[in-house]
């Protein structure tokens, strides 16, 4: 019997006003990309009255789950009042002083709408500041779909280069192709490659920007020699170093990364969790640095510190600033990984888990460590898209690439109904 019934009649009368039928073409996935009808807390119901537990969390930014009573509160009432000026009202401040207590690089905020926007500012601030061309990044990693940040994030193995130096590759048909002559892709994890860029190009690298958690290809770990790298080649050669914070910002801790690793960097990028799954995205970094938008580095947008969005991050942050909804998120994520791992082991699956508490991935490997995005292309793909797709018929809602996103409000009962689930998927492989 199909489960998909209705979802797959209302993707047929979608697609015939929007593109795909989906809205971004990422989530357009198997069996068919499914239709919600509502979600509370942790879990999910799709148009066929199907439940599931919910681990994609809208690709990240439901820290809080469905429906919090907090931001519904702050939604309800901010529905009430102008949702536009266009001009400064008090929430803009209330929200930016939280960032800035949360965050240790926040010096200043700003905001903008999408984590692409937010990453796009941040390179040019960078530009202007050390007047070099070229932002070195690291293979694998995700900043956004526009023309210079798609490069080398899922390249192509035939054309990706050598391991030590890769080659750097557009991810799109339609990219303007001499943006690789503003960039420098380094492999990700390795201390010396970084020192070697820096060498070959010399006096020409504005910024480092990494994610600090490879989130985007298989929640890899940074590792400590790595870590005093970024911290240490970037300053000594006149360079900015950029965490995008997009995934981890308010989710790996209450200061994001740069808290967990005691790192900061000179300017961050935060979208997804800053405000519970309501549109926008922050950036913020050195005073200095931010300040040059008020001396020729141009930026705006029109829904940049709009009332809802500001609204939603001080409800957000509020929940999020003593440290315990995401202990608890983090500390439900870790029981997670743990009965995995041994249900894996019981039915003899080759199986890694990579990442920390709040957002990690499952990957069928023969690897005994991952540190880059080359070691995720052992990764058995087939397998993992078997897993995803019985897990769903489980009640398990999953991202395509295996990464699991926990939120606040998972409890042991949907960590025990979890495992119990994936106990019968692992028994029939
Ligand atoms: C690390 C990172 N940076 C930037 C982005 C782009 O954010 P957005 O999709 O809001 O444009 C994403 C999106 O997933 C991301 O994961």
Not at 298 to 307: K, V
Not at 367 to 396: M, P, V
Not at 414 to 419: A, Y
């Amino acid at each position: 019997m199909d489960r998909y019934t209705k979802s797959r009649a209302m993707l047929a009368r979608a697609a015939k006003s929007l593109t795909g039928g989906v809205s971004s073409p990422f989530r357009a996935k198997a069996p068919v990309p499914l239709f919600f009808a509502d979600g509370n807390g942790p879990r999910l119901t799709d148009v066929d009255g199907n439940g599931y537990i919910d681990y994609a969390l809208a690709w990240g930014p439901l820290i809080l789950g469905h429906k919090h009573p907090a931001l519904v509160d702050a939604m309800r009432r901010q529905a009430e009042k102008p949702h536009n000026y266009g001009a400064q009202h008090e929430l803009e401040c209330e929200a930016s002083e939280r960032i800035q207590a949360l965050a240790p690089c926040a010096e200043l905020v700003a905001y903008s709408s999408t984590g692409s926007e937010a990453v796009a500012a941040v390179w040019r601030i960078a530009r202007a500041a050390t007047g070099r061309h070229r932002i070195l990044r690291f293979e694998g990693h995700y900043h956004g779909w526009h023309d210079q940040a798609l490069i080398s994030y899922r390249p192509n193995p035939e054309r990706m280069g050598r391991e030590d130096m890769p080659c750097p590759t557009l991810d799109s048909k339609g990219q303007v192709a001499n943006v690789v002559e503003n960039t420098v892709v380094c492999p990700w994890n390795d201390a010396a490659a970084l020192e070697r860029c820096f060498e070959r190009y010399e006096n020409q690298i504005a910024a480092v920007i990494t994610e600090p958690v490879l989130c985007n290809s298989g929640c890899l770990m940074p590792e400590p020699e790595f870590l005093e790298g970024l911290q240490r080649i970037p300053r000594e050669r006149g360079a900015l170093l950029v965490f995008d914070e997009v995934i981890t910002g308010f989710r790996m801790a209450p200061g994001g990364a740069q808290e967990y690793f005691g790192i900061v960097p000179d300017l961050a990028t935060y979208g997804k969790a800053v405000a519970g799954g309501i549109t926008l995205s922050a950036f913020a970094g050195k005073k200095e640095l931010m300040e040059s938008m008020l001396s020729g580095v141009a930026y705006g947008g029109t829904f940049n510190g709009n009332p809802l969005g500001m609204a939603a991050a001080v409800a957000t942050l509020d929940v999020l600033k003593d440290g315990s909804a995401l202990a608890h998120a983090n500390r439900m994520g870790m029981l997670l990984q743990d009965g995995i791992a041994s249900a894996a082991r019981k039915a003899g699956l080759p199986l890694q888990i990579t990442g920390f508490g709040a957002a990690f991935s499952l990957h069928f490997t023969e690897l005994a460590t991952l540190r880059n995005y080359r070691d995720t292309l052992q990764d058995d793909k087939e397998r993992l898209n078997r897993f995803i797709r019985e897990s769903l018929d489980e009640g398990l809602f999953l991202l395509p690439d295996g990464r699991i996103y926990v939120s606040a409000v998972h409890t042991e009962r949907e960590v025990g109904e979890t495992l119990d689930a994936v106990g019968r998927v692992f028994s029939r492989f």
